[in-house]
């Protein structure tokens, strides 16, 4: 059973933002940190960012430096991913997952949501 939902994936245009939404209903999010990853087609899942568990530093891959974001709000054991400046080449699976901090292995994954960036 997943642990993990996302949601929030859609088609967008180039230059457009999409904000990514992480949930769970059977875990405390605050406890962990919370990791983005993507998987194009063809290609392998690589991790785009991580927020530490305090909510306090986050990460970013070289490929979405600058134009991704990642908030978390513990009130509604949520997590977001806020993407902006969209390009075609971000099409892809996006999943989010917990670890128990960002330098760790992935312990629990969420089943994905599509993102397609075109016009």
């Known amino acids: 059973q997943t642990q993990l939902v996302e949601s929030g994936g859609g088609l967008v245009q180039p230059g457009g933002s999409l904000r990514l939404s992480c949930a769970s209903s059977?875990?405390?999010?605050?406890?962990?940190?919370i990791a983005w990853f993507r998987q194009a087609p063809g290609k392998e899942r690589e991790e785009i960012s991580c927020i530490s568990v305090s909510g306090g530093s986050t990460e970013f891959a070289d490929s979405v430096k600058g134009r991704f974001s990642m908030s978390r709000d513990n009130a509604g054991n949520l997590a977001f991913l806020q993407m902006n400046s969209l390009k075609p080449e971000d099409t892809a699976v996006y999943y989010c997952?917990?670890?128990?901090?960002?330098?760790?292995?992935?312990?629990?994954w969420g089943q994905g949501t599509q993102v397609t960036v075109s016009s």
């Open positions: 059977e875990l405390t999010l605050r406890f962990y940190a």
């Open positions: 997952s917990i670890k128990s901090s960002c330098s760790l292995a992935v312990r629990s």
